[in-house]
């Protein structure tokens, strides 16, 4: 399957890794309720590494902002035997995009795409003005 180009992903193993494990060891100390600084590290993390049509991007949101909705959620969860998790998913996915933005102050990063060096051909063999006729 061919890229698009668009999205890159600019990361690294040793940082993933060391992120993950960040997040795994805030969230297993806490026992689930700093659930949401290890969601922003991660959220952060990805974000910084990204880049659509060369546009970095930025999570712009906070463990402190998603902490009342996560204790929420959890007891919910725990009062309902983990149905409520099936709900849980989507509104967590939901606020990373809402909180997912470019990184306006950072400037555009080179596409790599070879489509982005290679100029388009008119089709049909048409000739544009100044060029020779391409061959269809």
Known sequence: MAKSGRFQFHGGAATYVGTALLGVVITACTFGICYPFALVLRERWRAKHST????PLVFTGSATALFGN????LLLSFITFGIYLLWVGPRIAEWKWEHTDFDRGRT???LTDVRAVIPMQPAGGLSMPGHAPVAP
Request: charged share 20%; aromatic share 28%.
């Open 52 to 55: 659509i049509d060369g546009f």
């Open 70 to 73: 996560w204790i929420k959620w």
């Open 108 to 110: 555009p990063l080179p």
